[in-house]
């Protein structure tokens, strides 16, 4: 069973904020959240992960609730070659497997 | 450093026939992992590998397998393909606990398997 929820598709206008949320209810105190993306039919990309705190690199941020029920990747500036399938991911650390849902599809529109 | 490599990018095969799909990776990481994605869906796991010599089933198994005689190669056969297993086939690795590489999976080009 799914360990994320997140919606099937989102637009967002070129050089805008994207904010892609994700459900993770029944997360476990042990488990990160991780992001990845899929750009058209190339192999996944890793963007960001995080435990608690908020995170933020040069590809997005990550914002994860207190209660750590649901967490946002935000793209702050989208550009075209930002649209892909984004993948919301619980984790726990160790040697357990990626385990991937179906994703958002985000499409950054000119 | 090349990072995962995939070998053929593209193969098509009748049911019955047998064949290996080549990965392997020069970053010396221990975890390897396979997985299949259908059209329009997301990527499932297959079989993966925490080390040389020690592999584990994923989500959809049946009808493959692998070894892993090394840390470089971790290969992916079907002994009898059948038109369901036709899909795009991704490698993917990452390093252990305490390594820079450890939270973020490396994926290969993907494979694209055709069976008639």
């Known amino acids: 069973d799914a360990k994320t929820t997140q919606p099937p598709s989102m637009d967002c206008a070129e050089g805008r904020a994207a904010n892609l949320p994700c459900n993770h209810s029944?997360?476990?105190?042990?488990?990160?959240v991780y992001w990845y993306r899929q750009i058209h039919s190339q192999g996944p990309q890793y963007i960001i992960h995080?435990?608690?705190n908020n995170e933020t690199n040069e590809m997005a941020s990550l914002i994860i609730t207190e209660d750590r029920k649901s967490s946002t990747l935000i793209l702050p500036h989208a550009t075209l070659r930002d649209t892909a399938v984004y993948y919301c991911?619980?984790?726990?650390?160790?040697?357990?497997?990626?385990?991937f849902g179906k994703g958002t599809r985000l499409s950054v529109i000119a | 450093n090349a990072g995962v490599t995939q070998t053929p990018k593209f193969q098509v095969l009748k049911t019955g026939q047998s064949m290996t799909l080549q990965c392997a990776q020069d970053?010396?990481?221990?975890?390897m992992s396979w997985y299949r994605q259908d059209p329009g869906m997301g990527l499932r796991l297959i079989h993966y590998?925490?080390?040389?010599?020690?592999?584990d089933q994923g989500e959809v198994p049946n009808g493959y397998n692998v070894s892993r005689s090394t840390t470089e190669d971790f290969p992916l056969r079907l002994l009898s393909a059948a038109p369901s297993q036709t899909s795009v086939y991704f490698c993917?690795?990452?390093?252990?606990?305490?390594?820079?590489?450890?939270?973020?999976?490396?994926f290969g080009p993907g494979t694209r398997l055709t069976v008639l």
């Open positions: 970053m010396n990481h221990e975890y």
């Open positions: 995080g435990l608690k």
């Open positions: 029944t997360i476990s105190g042990n488990e990160y």
């Open positions: 993917a690795s990452r390093g252990s606990s305490g390594e820079s590489s450890y939270n973020e999976q490396f």
């Open positions: 991911i619980v984790r726990v650390h160790g040697n357990t497997p990626l385990v």
């Open positions: 590998s925490v080390g040389a010599g020690i592999t």
